[in-house]
């Protein structure tokens, strides 16, 4: 079992930046892809941005050239800067973490939610 502990989440005015950490412990081989999820209210979840184990990165239309992702494989953990939020933004964000020859993980989620 890998367990994914989440922080950073909270409450920020438009146009403010938030940072979101994820932490991996446990029976860890080798974490593959890591990446954020996000779920709003009677929305469906999708996917905000993935990283690879070499660095390589995809984002959501909708988030490009505002959100970062980035992670420290020493650390087995994965960070998504997000500056320029929106209220279209506010969503419990998660993170979700492929461990190779050991099955896909989620985190519990943090909830960030963007003022106008």
């Known amino acids: 079992q890998v367990q994914l502990v989440e922080s950073g989440g909270g409450l920020v005015q438009s146009g403010g930046s938030l940072r979101l950490s994820c932490a991996a412990s446990?029976?860890?081989?080798?974490?593959?892809?890591m990446g954020w999820y996000r779920q709003a209210p009677g929305k469906q979840r999708e996917l905000v941005a993935g990283i690879s184990s070499s660095g390589t990165t995809n984002y959501a239309d909708s988030v490009k050239g505002r959100f970062a992702i980035s992670r420290d494989n020493a650390k087995n953990s994965v960070y998504l800067q997000m500056n320029s939020l929106k209220p279209e933004d506010t969503a419990v964000y998660y993170c979700?973490?492929?461990?190779?020859?050991?099955?896909?993980?989620w985190g519990q989620g943090t909830q960030v939610t963007v003022s106008s």
């Open positions: 446990g029976n860890i081989f080798r974490l593959n892809i």
């Open positions: 979700n973490v492929d461990n190779v020859g050991g099955g896909t993980y």
